[in-house]
């Protein structure tokens, strides 16, 4: 997990996502634009913290290592209304829909511009 120092007024993005290189990449672009993200890169990581320190948005790929993203998303939802984005590789529409029936509020497809995310 990357974390980094948060001023308490600095809104908080989680990030999972496996592939370091992408997200790095939405470290970077997130921090530029003034928000503080932490990245988890296995999805058994992600409830715990969750719980303990709720981020104000979860941007969250569907194909993870351990827990999958909409397994996640669910159980999330069994408890927070925090916004979730999903971000994945997925692109057909039935994959849309389900991330979206199951408690997603919006689903960026990749590849994607960072700055996509950002704005979203």
Known sequence: MTELPVDENTPRILIVED???L?????DYLQAAGYA?????????????VRQ????????????PGTDGLTLCREIRRFSEV?????TAKIEEIDRLLGLEIGADDYI???????????A
């Open 23 to 27: 997200g790095q990449l939405l470290i």
């Open 53 to 64: 320190t709720p981020p104000h948005l979860i941007l969250l790929d569907l194909m993870l």
């Open 83 to 87: 916004p979730v984005v999903m971000v």
């Open 37 to 49: 993200p932490t990245l988890i890169n296995h999805g058994d990581r992600v409830l715990p913290y």
């Open 19 to 21: 592939e370091p290189k």
């Open 109 to 119: 497809c990749k590849p994607y511009s960072p700055r996509e995310v950002v704005a």
